[in-house]
């Protein structure tokens, strides 16, 4: 039972014997005491004035005298008006010091071979292009998420669906087909995803001087788009791609294979992976095959033109294309290819999409038709939905080349963390020249990804890299460089003999060092919440509010000066817990935390 089950207990068993009346365990509001007020829980009492038939504060008194009776957990307790705050007993807290000690990986649900399944889909990119910021929220979001439901006992699939086919994709490929002259990564010293993505913007770039010339002439600009002959001929070639043709499939597969080398450098400098890929060219005949057995079924119907649909109107939605009139899939429809690829690879209990906000209605359409295709897990998918992330400079455009890079921008924190360091006075002149650099890595790397998923996921976010960077305020750094500050202590505290495993309980503890405890001790329901809200805010913001804590009683109290033996090795075993929370709690966020700074 924990503890404030126990302390619910004991408080309907004291109401039960002062004034004879059951009471239950929701008609009892135990609160955290407030910061301003002595006390580590607060009790209202104002539900049982009408039992005791006395004023608040006799209430509150005569139930903590009962309390600290009869409850050896309650050392003493004091009355605002009608508030009954609490102070629980230093050895309960220190013996929970000591079982924090004991469990090496505190607040984290252990997973067995039973434990319910649960598919995390994320990242999502396509491959005519490089990753970019949006793509860094996302597979931020998607690898967090898959640590913290991992954390609360759940084996996890972490699953990427690559969008490899289309007409945005030929769009590359005819543009280096007609203007690459035969470049290569190789050739052009540039990552291969980079390399496509100018293919990209070039091809963009001439198909508007086209409808500009187009337009000149005399042209509507609607005329012009539909008279173009670039986009005629990206339309042949995935007319080609899709009946097979040899050679543009080999130049397909060449110029993705380029784009994959790419995006695997990407995905291992941000600290992110997968543990099974598909992709949109094999999964969209699966979708269309599944839906033609739907069809079959009767749970689709078809129109006169020859295309599918699905008729959501009982559900309060409206009617849903499925197969064009021509027999080709849509977006919807590569989807139930996917879920169904999935289903026969793995036994999925549950399913979470990471994707934007702009797609709900997607996702709900999506969750119905999988229902009703019946996918055990289709009703109760979960679509984590997030905002956009704008830099300062505002909204990003591919076609137009103003995409901020994921490369460019982690190049960017790397040189921030760099020159920041040396503004603070050279932090790591202590380290190599290797351990440096790591170092400004991991802090680089640590600024963006707490930046990123410090903000409730579901807001949109503006990103500023030099703020994020700052080594005071709710940072990455600042909480990197706490549990830097932890090592040193310890390390320090090594070197003088110390050993805090056979340290003596110290007869009393400061308020201050019984609410760090209360913190560490509060991680376990944290991690607990952050999994039913699916929220990796509320992971980052517990490790602000720990390091912070932990900062204050670094500055007020004697850590490795403290006079007495007992209380100086509580204080580095407290201390050494705190370090562990915090990297455990950054480690769920997938941010390293350095050994020095």
Request: hydrophobic letters at 35%.
């Given at each position: 039972m924990n503890l404030e089950n126990r302390l619910i207990e004991s408080i309907a068993t004291a109401i039960q014997e002062l004034y004879g009346q059951q009471v239950t365990a929701d008609k009892i509001q135990l609160q955290k005491t407030r910061k301003e007020f002595e006390g580590d829980f607060t009790l209202v009492v104002f539900p049982f004035l009408s039992l005791s038939r006395k004023k608040p504060e006799d209430t509150a008194a005569e139930i903590g005298d009962y309390l600290t009776k009869n409850q050896p957990l309650i050392a003493s307790y004091n009355v605002i008006k009608g508030f009954l705050n609490v102070n629980i007993d230093s050895?309960?807290?220190?013996?929970?010091?000591?079982k924090i000690e004991a469990t090496e990986k505190w607040g984290i649900t252990p997973v067995t071979e039973n434990s319910p399944l649960v598919m995390v889909e994320y990242s999502s990119p396509n491959t005519n292009k490089p990753l970019h910021l949006g793509h860094?929220?996302?597979?931020?979001?998607?690898?967090?998420?898959?640590?913290?439901?991992?954390?609360?006992?759940?084996?996890?699939?972490?699953?990427n669906i690559v969008n490899d086919r289309g007409i945005h994709i030929c769009k590359s490929m005819l543009a280096w087909q007609k203007w690459g002259g035969g470049e290569t990564p190789e050739s052009?010293?540039?990552?291969?995803?980079?390399?496509?993505?100018?293919?990209?913007?070039?091809?963009?770039?001439?198909?508007?001087?086209?409808?500009?010339?187009?337009?000149?002439?005399?042209?509507?600009?609607?005329?012009?788009?539909?008279?173009?002959?670039?986009?005629?001929?990206?339309?042949?070639?995935?007319?080609?791609?899709?009946?097979?043709?040899?050679?543009?499939?080999?130049?397909?597969?060449?110029?993705?294979?380029?784009?994959?080398?790419?995006?695997?450098?990407?995905?291992?400098?941000?600290?992110?992976?997968?543990?099974?890929?598909?992709?949109?060219?094999?999964?969209?005949?699966?979708?269309?095959?599944?839906?033609?057995?739907?069809?079959?079924?009767?749970?689709?119907?078809?129109?006169?033109?020859?295309?599918?649909?699905?008729?959501?109107?009982?559900?309060?939605?409206?009617?849903?294309?499925?197969?064009?009139?021509?027999?080709?899939?849509?977006?919807?429809?590569?989807?139930?290819?996917?879920?169904?690829?999935?289903?026969?690879?793995?036994?999925?209990?549950?399913?979470?999409?990471?994707?934007?906000?702009?797609?709900?209605?997607?996702?709900?359409?999506?969750?119905?038709?999988?229902?009703?295709?019946?996918?055990s897990w289709g009703k109760g998918l979960v679509h984590f939905s997030y905002g956009m992330v704008e830099l300062?400079?505002?909204?990003?455009?591919?076609?137009?080349?103003?995409?901020?890079?994921?490369?460019?921008?982690?190049?960017?924190?790397?040189?921030?963390?760099?020159?920041?360091?040396?503004?603070?006075?050279?932090?790591?002149?202590?380290?190599?020249?290797e351990e440096a650099e790591s170092t400004i890595r991991t802090i680089g790397l640590g600024a963006l990804k707490y930046f990123m998923l410090k903000v409730d996921a579901r807001k949109n976010m503006l990103f500023n890299p030099k703020e994020s960077i700052d080594f005071n305020g709710n940072t990455g750094p600042f909480i990197q460089y706490t549990y830097a500050r932890t090592r040193s202590i310890e390390r320090k505290a090594a070197e003088s003999g110390i050993n805090i495993a056979e340290a003596a309980a110290p007869s009393a503890i400061s308020a201050k060092e019984r609410s760090i405890i209360r913190m560490?001790?509060?991680?376990?329901?944290?991690?607990?919440?952050?999994?039913?809200?699916?929220?990796p805010s509320g992971i980052a913001n517990y490790a602000y509010e720990l390091a912070k804590e932990y900062n204050q009683f670094y500055h007020d109290y004697s850590i490795l000066r403290e006079e007495d033996a007992t209380l100086k090795a509580f204080r580095i075993l407290l201390t050494r817990n705190v370090g562990k929370v915090i990297k455990i709690a950054m480690n769920l966020l997938g941010i390293d935390v350095p050994e020095r700074m």
């Open positions: 050895n309960y807290w220190i013996e929970l010091l000591q860094i929220r996302n597979n931020l979001l998607g690898y967090a998420l898959s640590n913290i439901i991992e954390a609360n006992g759940n084996r996890v699939v972490k699953t052009s010293g540039k990552k291969g995803d980079h390399l496509i993505g100018d293919y990209y913007v070039a091809f963009d770039k001439h198909y508007k001087a086209e409808i500009s010339e187009a337009m000149e002439k005399g042209m509507s600009k609607e005329e012009a788009e539909a008279a173009s002959p670039l986009m005629s001929e990206a339309r042949e070639m995935l007319v080609k791609w899709e009946q097979g043709d040899e050679e543009v499939r080999n130049l397909w597969k060449t110029m993705n294979g380029w784009v994959y080398e790419g995006f695997d450098e990407t995905y291992r400098t941000l600290g992110v992976n997968f543990d099974k890929i598909y992709y949109e060219s094999d999964t969209y005949l699966v979708g269309k095959e599944t839906v033609l057995e739907g069809l079959e079924k009767g749970i689709f119907y078809r129109r006169e033109d020859g295309s599918v649909w699905a008729d959501l109107t009982a559900e309060g939605l409206d009617e849903k294309l499925l197969l064009r009139s021509d027999g080709t899939s849509v977006y919807m429809t590569q989807d139930i290819g996917t879920a169904q690829l999935r289903f026969r690879d793995y036994p999925i209990d549950k399913m979470v999409y990471v994707v934007g906000n702009e797609q709900n209605y997607h996702f709900q359409v999506l969750s119905l038709l999988l229902d009703k295709l019946g996918f300062p400079e505002g909204k990003m455009k591919s076609r137009e080349g103003t995409v901020v890079d994921a490369d460019d921008l982690m190049q960017e924190m790397f040189d921030t963390a760099r020159e920041t360091s040396v503004e603070l006075g050279g932090k790591l002149n202590d380290l190599t020249p560490l001790y509060d991680f376990s329901a944290v991690v607990r919440q952050a999994g039913t809200d699916y929220s």
